[in-house]
């Protein structure tokens, strides 16, 4: 399929418009990702409808905690990513076309298709995930207009590279999104990433104020984004920037695919992630998978309150159906 958003140049050659790599692209070349290719001036997405992953997921485990706790959200992906994380946690599909000769797998899957299987599944969302959305974009479009007219929400697991022009066009179909910060500085973006951190910020502010449901999440590299000056950063950028409503999950690294050199995250810098989240005035902020500190639980920012209740992914929730807190009425951020 001919990519949704690009120029073309003199000598066949092209300019993608996708992501922000803004990959200028030779004939017969691909553009960074590895998944579009210019075949004689006309830039092509090779993983259109080309899954490579798809279940059923809670809709926590994306993580996304504001919005239909409890549900069910149908998880798809293909391959490829416009990233190079070298601590990435699904590596095996994300780099392969990369790492892998130019390889591109997958199953044909229409978008009908994924619509129809969310439903017969009980599934409340389709979640664009495990990879990233911004190289299958396309799909993405196309299923989240079905989904939508069909009362499924969509959601975006992404690292916030797309541009602005994919975030307009994708925006109106699109209900809520996991955006990664990754660290709060250019270097890491660069060196880690191979990728740039101004972006990612811009696009969390845009994909907010146009009324997308935005949590974000935070992997904790210990000895490279987890200084004290770092985080609180981080979690003043978040609540002054995106509002201190905005969910922040702080999770633990393990060593995998080229990060192997150092240990899991130690729970003090999970501790000291939340303290910054809670001096900064961020009134939901998340830990998964390390008992004793705060959990995964979302609580009443004014009283308290535990409003729902995560042990594993079972999920009970006392938020009201006008997503309020039953005990003072306070608004609870996000769509139950
Ligand atoms: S999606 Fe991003 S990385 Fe891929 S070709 Fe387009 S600009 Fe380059």
């Known amino acids: 399929m001919e990519t949704l958003v690009y120029e073309k140049l003199d000598n066949k050659r092209v300019r993608c418009g996708i992501c922000n790599h803004f990959c200028t692209i030779d004939e017969g070349r691909r553009g960074l990702c590895n998944v579009r290719e210019n075949q004689g001036g006309r830039l092509i997405s090779l993983v259109h409808g080309r899954l490579i992953a798809r279940g059923v997921d809670p809709v926590e485990k994306k993580p996304i905690f504001h919005l239909m706790p409890g549900s069910l959200a149908y998880s798809v992906a293909t391959v490829g990513c416009n990233f190079r ?85 994708v925006a109106p179909y699109i209900d809520a999104a996991n955006v990664d910060l990754k660290a709060f500085n250019d270097d890491f973006y660069r060196k880690y990433c191979k990728a740039r951190i101004e972006p990612v910020k811009e696009n969390l502010k845009l994909m907010k104020s146009l009324g997308i449901l935005v949590e974000v999440t935070t992997l904790l590299i210990p000895g490279l984004n987890d200084d004290p000056d770092q985080l609180a950063a981080m979690a003043a950028f978040i609540a ?97």
């Open 85 to 169: 994380c070298s601590f990435c946690q699904n590596a095996d599909i994300a780099q392969m076309p990369t790492d892998q000769n130019g390889l591109i797998q997958g199953v044909k899957v229409s978008p009908e298709q994924i619509v129809d299987a969310a439903i017969e599944n009980g599934c409340a969302s389709i979640a664009y995930t495990y990879t990233e959305p911004a190289v299958f974009i396309e799909t993405v479009l196309e299923t989240a207009k079905i989904a939508a007219g069909r009362e499924i929400f969509n959601i975006l697991v992404t690292n916030g590279y797309m541009s602005r022009e994919v975030i307009n066009l």
């Open 240 to 336: 002054n920037e995106l509002g201190v409503e905005t969910p922040w999950h702080v999770s633990r690294f393990h060593p995998c695919y080229r990060m192997t050199d150092r240990d899991p995250t130690p729970v003090s810098s999970l501790k000291r992630a939340v303290s910054a989240g809670k001096t900064a005035g961020l009134r939901y902020v998340y830990t998964g998978n390390v008992p004793g500190i705060e959990g995964e639980n979302t609580l009443c920012h004014n009283c308290g309150r535990v409003l729902v209740k995560r042990m594993g992914y079972g999920v009970s929730s006392a938020i009201t159906a006008d997503s309020r807190c039953p005990d003072c009425n306070s608004h609870v951020y996000g769509l139950y």
